[in-house]
Nanobody, 128 residues
Framework: QVQLVESGGGLVQAGGSLRLSCAAS????????AGWFRQAPGKEREFISAITWSGGSTTYADSVRGRFTISRDNAENAVYLRMNSLKPEDTAVYYC?????????????????????WGQGTQVTVSS
């Protein structure tokens, strides 16, 4: 059974930083692209960042580029999201996701419908 478990969310002041972690189990994590999304109350789920299976390529939404950094450790079956210079508009539930695709697919994916496996989410609240 595939499980993704996010952690690291919390309450932080504007300008602060957080590091989200997503631990994966039940699949060969290192084979698959991963992504982070977020959803604020009353809004649709929004793409944040994605990373290839190797970690060699990353993609970011314009709203977070330069502030957030995605990374992964395939030996630890984990993907991370380092968030700096946080703003109140970053407040949302953050989700990690895994796209199940062919081995060696060296692309990043920005559309939520491409992802098969999702975590339960972790709340990030940024106060002004």
């Amino acid at each position: 059974q595939v499980q993704l478990v996010e952690s690291g969310g919390g309450l932080v002041q504007a300008g602060g930083s957080l590091r989200l972690s997503c631990a994966a189990s039940g699949l060969t994590f290192s084979w698959y692209p991963a992504g982070w999304f977020r959803q604020a109350p009353g809004k649709e789920r929004e793409f944040i960042s994605a990373i290839t299976w190797s970690g060699g390529s990353t993609t970011y939404a314009d709203s977070v580029r330069g502030r957030f950094t995605i990374s992964r450790d395939n030996a630890e079956n984990a993907v991370y999201l380092r968030m700096n210079s946080l703003k109140p508009e970053d407040t949302a539930v953050y989700y990690c996701a895994i796209k199940r695709t062919r081995f060696g697919d060296d692309r990043t994916y920005t559309n939520a419908v491409d992802y098969v496996y999702w975590g339960q989410g972790t709340q990030v609240t940024v106060s002004s």
